[in-house]
């Protein structure tokens, strides 16, 4: 059987016999389209070469700069209220949205690099766990509920 790949995958996983997405409409929030995870590998694995940076860049140093990335992302939300953190962030001024996606892709990026310098197949790996937490949290057994897996 030819294999299938990867967005064939998540295509068939998220839409129903239709083709539509029955978690969604049209006036919902999406992505861009078509930025793969192997299209942002490729492109800051040029960034890097480009600048003799690679010395750097073990799995290690990688790690820590992603995790500092995601401190500055908790900096950007720390001592706000509630109102000023619902869905959508509509309170938020243009330019501190603008540095949210900024920090957010900044970890992305050192999470793709991360995988690369590790060797693990992010996709591949994605599409495994996400088929994992679906056996673990069956839909009419965790309907509704955020218990985790062994309080079922
Ligand atoms: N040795 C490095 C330094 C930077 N970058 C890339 C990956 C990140 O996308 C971005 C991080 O740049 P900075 O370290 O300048 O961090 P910020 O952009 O968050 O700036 P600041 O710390 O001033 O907020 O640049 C990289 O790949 N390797």
Redesign the pocket.
């Known amino acids: 059987m030819e294999k299938e790949s990867s967005k064939t995958i998540i295509h068939h996983n998220l839409t129903n016999e239709n083709g539509s997405n029955p978690d969604s409409n049209e006036s919902e929030f999406q992505f861009t389209q078509d930025l793969s995870l192997e299209s942002i590998r490729k492109l800051?694995n040029k960034?890097?070469t480009e600048?003799n940076?690679e010395q750097?860049?073990s799995p290690r140093?990688?790690m820590m700069?992603m995790v500092?990335?995601i401190g500055?992302i908790a900096e950007l939300f720390q001592w706000r209220n509630d109102s000023d953190c619902q869905v959508g962030l509509h309170s938020w001024t243009d330019e501190q949205r603008n540095a949210l996606g900024?920090?957010l892709?900044?970890v992305l990026?050192?999470l793709t690099?991360l995988a690369d310098r590790c060797h693990i197949d992010l996709p591949k790996a994605v599409l495994d766990k996400m088929k994992k937490n679906e056996e673990k949290y069956p839909i009419d057994k965790v309907f509704g509920s955020s218990k985790k897996y062994n309080m079922y």
């Open positions: 800051h960034f890097v600048r940076w750097y860049h140093n990688i700069a500092g990335e500055e900024e920090e892709s900044d990026i050192y690099r």
